[in-house]
């Protein structure tokens, strides 16, 4: 018999994961598989259960809430020698992963299809020193906002919650003396801010990275350079259609493997945790997962 382990968040998604639990479970044994669920109750918590489901052999472990819940199941199996396939409920603000591979539009039920199906795709993962992230690294006061956005509000406003909090850092954005290299190469100058990219979706927008795969072995980098406010504005109103790529104070290029360094401290983001400060060498470990996607997904 297969086993599947549903760790969830019982506050996502307006608290409606644990309506559906029973249903998620029925179909996962109806599919044959023997069944269970861990509620989170704290921080941690996810990637303590994903890594005891991932140690005892189980053979699907389910991520069920938002960004945060899966970062921490990634991190709980990611080093794990023999890794169990992954599945997927987004149920939190922005779910890029779920995005990226079109998940976000399905309900409960066509969910469960996915999460019973046999289609699976490979799925690179980052690695920034001794934690892992699956769809960005991040750094720069705008990039602060997915963890220092209260939940509360997240809750009641959704991905508007992000903008009420950017429009707040404009004002304190500042750039910063850096040294980046990658793949054999180097930039240095003074950025703004910095993004590598795994997947296509950051924040809930689909083309700030929109070249970046998640099955490709490679970053999509995107270097902001020292730029005034009413730049900045400016191309971030072309971010929304992914022509800021071709503005000279862009950098964006693909790369495997990339080490920053930035003057004075600043603090990481990734997948919208904190993932401490720079300097940090990101690596892809290149189809480090399979995820059971919808059929169309499949690679």
Same mark, same amino acid.
């Given at each position: ?15 409606? &994961? ?9 179909? &996962? ?26 140690? +005892? ?13 899966? #970062? ?28 990226? #591979? ?5 309900? =409960? ?47 009641? *406003? ?11 850092? !404009?004002?304190? &954005? ?11 190469? *180097? #930039? ?33 980098? !995107?270097?902001?350079?020292?730029? +005034? ?10 971010? *929304? ?16 493997? =990339? ?29 480090? #997962?399979?995820? &059971? ?7």
């Amino acid at each position: 018999m297969k086993n599947a382990r549903v760790i969830y968040n019982p506050t996502s998604g307006r608290e409606q &994961l644990k309506k559906h639990l029973p249903y998620i479970l029925d179909r &996962l044994e109806q599919a044959g598989y023997v069944a269970s669920a861990h509620q989170t109750k704290k921080e941690g918590c996810a990637k303590d259960a994903a890594f005891e489901a991932g140690k +005892n052999g189980y053979d699907l472990v389910i991520a069920a809430g938002g960004d945060g819940t899966i #970062f921490e199941v990634i991190n709980g199996l990611a080093e794990l020698e023999k890794r169990p396939r992954l599945g997927l409920i987004p149920a939190g603000t922005t779910n890029d992963l779920a995005r990226a #591979f079109h998940m976000n539009e399905l309900d =409960i039920e066509e969910i469960c299809d996915v999460l019973t199906g046999a289609h699976v795709s490979p799925l690179d993962v980052g690695k920034a020193g001794d934690q892992y992230f699956v769809n960005i690294a991040a750094g720069g006061s705008l990039t602060e906002l997915t963890y220092d956005t209260p939940s509360r509000l997240k809750t009641m *406003l959704g991905q508007m919650a992000y903008y009420v909090k950017g429009f707040e850092k !404009l004002f304190f &954005l500042k750039p910063r003396q850096a040294r980046v290299e990658y793949d054999g190469k *180097l #930039f240095e100058g003074e950025i703004m801010l910095f993004l590598i990219a795994n997947s296509n979706s950051v924040g809930g927008f689909e083309k700030l990275s929109p070249e970046a795969r998640l099955d490709d072995g490679l970053f999509d980098l !995107l270097l902001l350079k020292k730029t +005034n406010l009413p730049d900045f504005v400016r191309i971030g109103s072309l971010a *929304l259609t992914g022509q800021h790529i071709h503005e000279d104070k862009v950098v964006y290029i693909q790369a495997n493997r =990339i080490k920053l360094e930035i003057e004075g401290e600043m603090q990481l983001n990734l997948d919208g945790e904190h993932g401490g400060t720079i300097p940090k060498e990101f690596v892809n470990l290149h189809h480090h #997962f399979e995820m &059971l996607v919808p059929e169309q997904e499949e690679k």
